[in-house]
Structure formats: structure tokens, C-alpha cells
């Protein structure tokens, strides 16, 4: 039976998820609290959870998955009973979000509709990733593997993360690239991921800029030099004679 303590407990989480729907959610300005319960997928997935959660930990057989097959059924979010949550955690629109068995997830962290915190091959273990406190996961995001995604990262949209990021990081790209905005923490749980830095992009735009430099300068060398007699071009090599295949006749190779 549930005792005053634990009611009192799932109140106050109710309420702090409520109100971090309220704080990060423009949609979800001037609407009322009961609202928000009965129609915010990732808070009525967050309430669902908190329940299976404590059901599994009690050691109840069942019911738990059962739980976790209704809601994600129902909301499109699959949180895995056994995945550790903490308070303040907002899931946006939430349709295809799914979080591991061994994920770990700190307080007031904000995931966007289809991010996979995510495991790799077959071990066991703890193989899904911790994400600490005040993360920001953008859409399409996949975290994958035993990592950790330090307090104040900002994981930008579709990335895929196989690699620990440092706190107050910004990474972009597939592979997830760690980077930093300006050489400062990316300012609070915003979705401003049009501005997100691309390293690669970078890269590529400072190589295309030596190109040009080079080519100018080779063309200043030729403009100033005297003619030269071009060198003869290389005699083409003989056409290669083609053998027409013949078909293979026998047993198939893959079976059948």
C-alpha cells in the first residue's frame, strides 16, 4: 500500500513535471495544469514511468513491461522500467523517443521527439547512456553505448553520439563532433539549432579558401613567366580486349 510519504512523493514530482512542461514548452504557456496531464504525451509517458519504475523495483513481475507497452502504445514514448529518471525531465511531442534499460538520466534534462538513448551489441551490463543534469537533446538524436553526456551539454539535432561529451559542449554531425559555442556554455534549454557551429563545414570552407589562394598565386607565377612549349600529351594506351562472361553453371553458392 502506498503510504502518505510516497503520495506525497509522486505529487511533488507531478508537480515539478508539470511545471518544467510549463518553463520549456511555449505551446504550453497560460494552459492549466490539468490540461497539460491530460494532453502532454511526455508527461503523461514521465507519470507512467515513475509508476512502472517503482513496480519494478518492487520486484513485480508483468506488470512493469506491461505498463511500458500501454503508454508507448499510447504516446509513442518507450522508457524502459528500469531506466533511472530524475525530476524535472520534459519530453517535447515525444513520438519516438526511446530510453534503455541502463540509461541514466539527471534533473531537468530536455528531450526532443524521436531521440534514442540507445545500447550497442549484446553485453550486458550497464550499456545505455548516463546523461547528467540541464542537457538538452535535439530531434533525431541518437545516443548510443555506455556514455556520458556531461551537465549543460546540448546534443544537436539528428547527431549520433558513440563518444563521452564534456560538459557545456555543443555536438553537431555523425559522428557527434564536441564543440564549443563562442568558447562559452550554450546559453540555457533553447532549440536555436540553426546556429549550432559545424566543424566539418569549417574544415572544408578553410581548405576551399587555401584552394583559391593557391590557384591565384599559381596563376599570378604563370602570367609573369615566358611562354613554354607545352609538353607532348602521353600516347593512349591500347584498348583492352573484352572477354564476354559466360554463365556458371553448379550449385549455388548461398545455398537453396
Same mark, same amino acid.
Given at each position: 500500500?502506498?503510504?502518505?510519504?510516497?503520495?506525497?512523493?509522486?505529487?511533488?514530482?507531478?508537480?515539478?513535471?508539470?511545471?518544467?512542461?510549463?518553463?520549456?514548452?511555449?505551446?504550453?504557456?497560460?494552459?492549466?495544469?490539468?490540461?497539460?496531464?491530460?494532453?502532454?504525451?511526455?508527461?503523461?509517458?514521465?507519470?507512467?514511468?515513475?509508476?512502472?519504475?517503482?513496480?519494478?523495483?518492487?520486484?513485480?513481475?508483468?506488470?512493469?513491461?506491461?505498463?511500458?507497452?500501454?503508454?508507448?502504445?499510447?504516446?509513442?514514448?518507450?522508457?524502459?522500467?528500469?531506466?533511472?529518471?530524475?525530476?524535472?525531465?520534459?519530453?517535447?511531442?515525444?513520438?519516438? &523517443?526511446? %530510453? /534503455?534499460?541502463? *540509461?541514466?538520466?539527471?534533473?531537468?534534462? @530536455?528531450?526532443?521527439? #524521436?531521440?534514442?538513448? =540507445?545500447?550497442?551489441?549484446?553485453?550486458?551490463?550497464?550499456?545505455?547512456?548516463?546523461?547528467?543534469?540541464? &542537457?538538452? %537533446? /535535439?530531434?533525431? *538524436?541518437?545516443?548510443?553505448?555506455?556514455? @556520458?553526456?556531461?551537465? #549543460?551539454?546540448?546534443? =544537436?539535432?539528428?547527431?549520433?553520439?558513440?563518444?563521452?561529451?564534456?560538459?557545456?559542449?555543443?555536438?553537431?554531425?555523425?559522428? /557527434?563532433?564536441?564543440?564549443?559555442?563562442?568558447?562559452?556554455?550554450?546559453?540555457?534549454?533553447?532549440?536555436?539549432?540553426?546556429?549550432?557551429?559545424?566543424?566539418?563545414?569549417?574544415?572544408?570552407?578553410?581548405?576551399?579558401?587555401?584552394?583559391?589562394?593557391?590557384?591565384?598565386?599559381?596563376?599570378?607565377?604563370?602570367?609573369?613567366?615566358?611562354?613554354?612549349?607545352?609538353?607532348?600529351?602521353?600516347?593512349?594506351?591500347?584498348?583492352?580486349?573484352?572477354?564476354?562472361?559466360?554463365?556458371?553453371?553448379?550449385?549455388?553458392?548461398?545455398?537453396?
Amino acid at each position: 500500500m502506498l503510504g502518505v510519504r510516497s503520495l506525497a512523493r509522486v505529487a511533488g514530482e507531478l508537480r515539478r513535471d508539470i511545471t518544467a512542461a510549463r518553463d520549456r514548452d511555449p505551446a504550453a504557456r497560460g494552459v492549466s495544469p490539468v490540461e497539460i496531464l491530460a494532453t502532454w504525451p511526455g508527461v503523461q509517458a514521465l507519470l507512467a514511468h515513475r509508476v512502472s519504475h517503482a513496480l519494478h523495483g518492487a520486484g513485480l513481475p508483468l506488470l512493469p513491461r506491461s505498463i511500458t507497452m500501454v503508454t508507448r502504445t499510447l504516446t509513442g514514448i518507450e522508457i524502459h522500467p528500469a531506466a533511472a529518471v530524475g525530476n524535472g525531465l520534459f519530453i517535447d511531442h515525444g513520438a519516438g &523517443v526511446v %530510453i /534503455g534499460e541502463t *540509461a541514466r538520466i539527471g534533473d531537468d534534462v @530536455t528531450l526532443y521527439q #524521436g531521440v534514442t538513448l =540507445g545500447g550497442t551489441g549484446f553485453a550486458t551490463g550497464k550499456r545505455h547512456p548516463t546523461v547528467q543534469d540541464n &542537457v538538452t %537533446i /535535439g530531434s533525431g *538524436a541518437k545516443l548510443l553505448g555506455p556514455i @556520458t553526456i556531461g551537465h #549543460g551539454a546540448k546534443i =544537436g539535432a539528428n547527431s549520433v553520439v558513440i563518444h563521452d561529451v564534456p560538459p557545456n559542449s555543443t555536438v553537431v554531425g555523425n559522428p /557527434g563532433h564536441p564543440v564549443r559555442v563562442d568558447g562559452r556554455r550554450p546559453e540555457g534549454p533553447d532549440a536555436d539549432w540553426v546556429h549550432l557551429p559545424d566543424p566539418l563545414a569549417e574544415a572544408i570552407a578553410g581548405l576551399a579558401s587555401r584552394i583559391s589562394a593557391l590557384e591565384r598565386a599559381v596563376a599570378e607565377i604563370n602570367s609573369g613567366s615566358p611562354s613554354r612549349p607545352r609538353a607532348p600529351a602521353p600516347a593512349l594506351s591500347p584498348v583492352a580486349e573484352v572477354s564476354p562472361l559466360r554463365p556458371v553453371r553448379g550449385p549455388n553458392p548461398a545455398g537453396g
